[in-house]
C-alpha cells in the first residue's frame, strides 16, 4: 500500500486542525486585501480578517454560490492579476455562460500532488500505463488527472475521451494498468470490450468520478471489468478532480485533501453546520488557492462527511458517495426522488442492462415518473431466444416478469409506483465519453 503524502495524510486530527486555522487565517486576510467582492461583504458584516484566527470562526464567514462566479464571469473573483494565471477552465454549463476558473503556477502545483495523492489513493503503482479517458480541454478532468500522473510518475497515455474503438485498441497494445474516465462512459467500453470478448489483460484499477454513481453501480463495473473501481471527486471551483478519493484499501468514503479543502456539511436550507454523518450540502473552503480562493463555497452536491479512522491509516476525513444535488432532486408528486436511488434499484437485477433514463412528465396535472430500462442482449441470446422460439407469448410473459420485478423494486425504492418502459439492447443513450445525462424533467 502506498501514501502519497504520509505527514499530511495520517497527520494528528489536531495537528491537521492547527494547520487549517492558519491557513484559513491567511486566506481570509488575502482576499480581503485582493478581491473587492469579499471586502465588501466582510465589511458588510463586520468581520475584520484579523479576527478569523480559529476553524470555530468559519462559520461567521459569508457562503460563495455559483452564481456569485457567473455575476463576476470571467475575471472578477481573481486574486491575482491576470498576468499571474498560467490556466484557465470552465465547466460547462448547460444554459448560458459557464463558469471560469483560472490558477497560478503554484495552484497547478497544488492540483496535481492532490491528483497525485489520489492515484494513490486509487492504488495505482508507478510504471503503470495510464489511461486517461477525461476530456482534455476546458475540463478540468483531462488535464487535472495527466499531470497528476505525470508526478505520480505513471506512463500518461493522453487519449481524452470518446472514439470508443481507437481506446480499446490502445489499451490493449500499450497494456493500460489504470484507466480513468466517467463511470457512464465505463459502461460504454465495457459493453464495446465483451463484443469483442477481450477485456485488457493488465487492467487493475477504474478511477471513476466527475458524474454521480452507486454502489450497485460499482458492483456491476468491478465484476464486468474484473479490477478495482474507485471514487474521485472534485469540481471545477475548487480546483478540478482531486478534492478527494476513495482509498482502494476500505472503498468506505472518500479522503478529502483537508489540508487544501476546508469541508463543511450544510443544511441547504437553514444554512447551519450539520454534525458527522449527516448528509447535507458539501461546501468547501480553499485554504491554499492563489487565483481563485473561495470561502464556503456551496457545491450543490449532497453528501454526509465522517472524520472517524480509516482502516488504511490516514486521518482525513472521507466524503459519503454523493447522494444527489440541491438541483436534481425530483419532486414527485409530492415524493422527493433522486436518480441514484433509482440507478440503485435498477443496477445488478438479472435480464437488464445499467443503462437507464428517467423521464419525468405531468399529464393532466399529475406527475409521471417513467423509467426507461435496456433489456440486457444477453436475455435475447439465452433465456428470452428460447422462450420466443417456443411460443411468441411465453417470450412476451417473460418481458412481462421483467417489468413487474422493476416496478416493484421501484416501489419500494422510491415509495411511489412509477411506471416502467423496457427498451431494446443498445437503444438508450450511451456516454461517448464524458458525462452522461439521465434525466430529462419534461414538466416546466
Ligand atoms: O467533474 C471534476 C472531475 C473530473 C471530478 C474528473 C472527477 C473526475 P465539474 O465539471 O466542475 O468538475 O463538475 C463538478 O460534478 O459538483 C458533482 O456534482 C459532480 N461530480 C464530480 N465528481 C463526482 C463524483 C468535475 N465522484 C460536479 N460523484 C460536482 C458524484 C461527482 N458527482
Not at 330 to 343: A, C
Amino acid at each position: 500500500m502506498m501514501i502519497w503524502s504520509p505527514p499530511l495524510e495520517c497527520l494528528p486530527r489536531l495537528d491537521l486542525q492547527r494547520m487549517q486555522a492558519e491557513r484559513l487565517a491567511g486566506m481570509v486576510r488575502r482576499v480581503y486585501e485582493r478581491v473587492p467582492f469579499y471586502r465588501a461583504i466582510l465589511d458588510r458584516r463586520g468581520i475584520k480578517p484579523s479576527a478569523i484566527n480559529d476553524l470555530a470562526h468559519l462559520q461567521e464567514l459569508p457562503f460563495t454560490q455559483k452564481s456569485d462566479l457567473l455575476h463576476h464571469y470571467p475575471f472578477g473573483l481573481l486574486a491575482v492579476p491576470l498576468s499571474q494565471v498560467v490556466r484557465i477552465h470552465a465547466s460547462s454549463g448547460t444554459t448560458g455562460k459557464s463558469t471560469v476558473v483560472a490558477y497560478t503556477r503554484g495552484d497547478l502545483d497544488v492540483w496535481a500532488e492532490v491528483c497525485a495523492r489520489c492515484l494513490a489513493l486509487s492504488g495505482a503503482k508507478p510504471g503503470q500505463v495510464f489511461q486517461n479517458a477525461y476530456a482534455y480541454g476546458l475540463f478540468t478532468g483531462g488535464l487535472g488527472m495527466h499531470y497528476g500522473a505525470e508526478r505520480f510518475g505513471l506512463v500518461v497515455v493522453p487519449v481524452s475521451g470518446g472514439n470508443t474503438a481507437r481506446q480499446i485498441m490502445l489499451m490493449q497494445d500499450f497494456g493500460a494498468g489504470v484507466l480513468a474516465c466517467t463511470p457512464s462512459y465505463a459502461l460504454t467500453l465495457a459493453d464495446a470490450l465483451e463484443a469483442r470478448s477481450n477485456m485488457p489483460e493488465m487492467l487493475r484499477t477504474l478511477i471513476l468520478g466527475a458524474e454521480p454513481w452507486t454502489e450497485a453501480m460499482r458492483q456491476e463495473l468491478e465484476s464486468r471489468w474484473k479490477v478495482q473501481a474507485v471514487n474521485i471527486y472534485g469540481l471545477s471551483e475548487i480546483i478540478g478532480p482531486g478534492v478527494s478519493n476513495e482509498c482502494v484499501e476500505a472503498k468506505d468514503g472518500s479522503h478529502i485533501c483537508e489540508d487544501h479543502f476546508l469541508v463543511e456539511v450544510i443544511d441547504p436550507k437553514s444554512e447551519t453546520v450539520l454534525p458527522d454523518g449527516e448528509v447535507g450540502e458539501l461546501t468547501f473552503t480553499t485554504l491554499t488557492k492563489e487565483a481563485l480562493p473561495l470561502l464556503r463555497y456551496r457545491t450543490g452536491d449532497l453528501a454526509s462527511v465522517t472524520t472517524e479512522p480509516c482502516q488504511c491509516g490516514r486521518t482525513t476525513a472521507r466524503m459519503s458517495r454523493i447522494v444527489g444535488r440541491t438541483d436534481d432532486m425530483l419532486i414527485i408528486r409530492g415524493v422527493n426522488v433522486f436518480p441514484s436511488q433509482v440507478e440503485a434499484a435498477l443496477v445488478g437485477m438479472q435480464h437488464l442492462s445499467a443503462h437507464h433514463q428517467i423521464v419525468v412528465t405531468r399529464v393532466h396535472h399529475r406527475d409521471e415518473l417513467e423509467v426507461r430500462a435496456e433489456v440486457s442482449s444477453a436475455f435475447f441470446a439465452d433465456v428470452g431466444a428460447k422462450l420466443f422460439a417456443d411460443h411468441a407469448n411465453q417470450g412476451v410473459k417473460a418481458l412481462h416478469h421483467i417489468e413487474d420485478a422493476l416496478k416493484r423494486r421501484l416501489h419500494d425504492a422510491l415509495g411511489l409506483s412509477v411506471s416502467v418502459s423496457l427498451q431494446p439492447p443498445g437503444s438508450l443513450p450511451r456516454s461517448e465519453g464524458g458525462k452522461l445525462r439521465r434525466v430529462t424533467d419534461e414538466r416546466s
